[in-house]
């Protein structure tokens, strides 16, 4: 079993670059599909972007394409977020989700196996 940990949100200024933290537990993070997803108030959670395994591919939703960079690294069992050029309409709580079938593309959140409590990122205007 793995078990997710988010960090890193916060207020952020409009524009602003924060990175998140989705800290892993267990000896086999590495084996597993990573994604991020995020739900603002009264909407869908939302996919965000994914890594496989190893690192070597990525995901993303149109929305944050040239934007959002998702990584890995896994000798510190960690998945990051890295948010470029934030605007408004990013505000909502992001959420790390892990897939022991390796599943790293799927829009639908119960795909995934384990999830993080979430972290929140408000981007003020």
């Known amino acids: 079993q793995v078990q997710l940990v988010e960090s890193g949100g916060g207020l952020v200024q409009a524009g602003g670059s924060p990175i998140l933290s989705c800290a892993a537990s267990?000896?086999?993070?590495?084996?597993?599909?990573t994604v991020w997803f995020r739900q603002a108030p009264g909407q869908e959670r939302d996919f965000v972007a994914g890594?496989?395994?190893?690192?070597?591919?990525?995901d993303y939703a149109d929305s944050v394409k040239g934007r959002f960079t998702i990584s890995r690294d896994n000798a510190k069992n960690t998945v990051y977020l890295q948010m470029n050029s934030l605007k408004p309409e990013d505000t909502a709580v992001y959420l790390c989700?892990?897939?022991?079938?390796?599943?790293?593309?799927?829009?639908?959140?119960?795909?995934?196996?384990?999830w993080g409590q979430g972290t929140q990122v408000t981007v003020s205007s």
């Open positions: 267990g000896r086999t993070f590495s084996s597993y599909g």
């Open positions: 890594i496989s395994r190893s690192g070597g591919r990525t």
């Open positions: 989700a892990a897939d022991a079938a390796g599943w790293f593309t799927r829009r639908l959140p119960s795909v995934y196996d384990y």
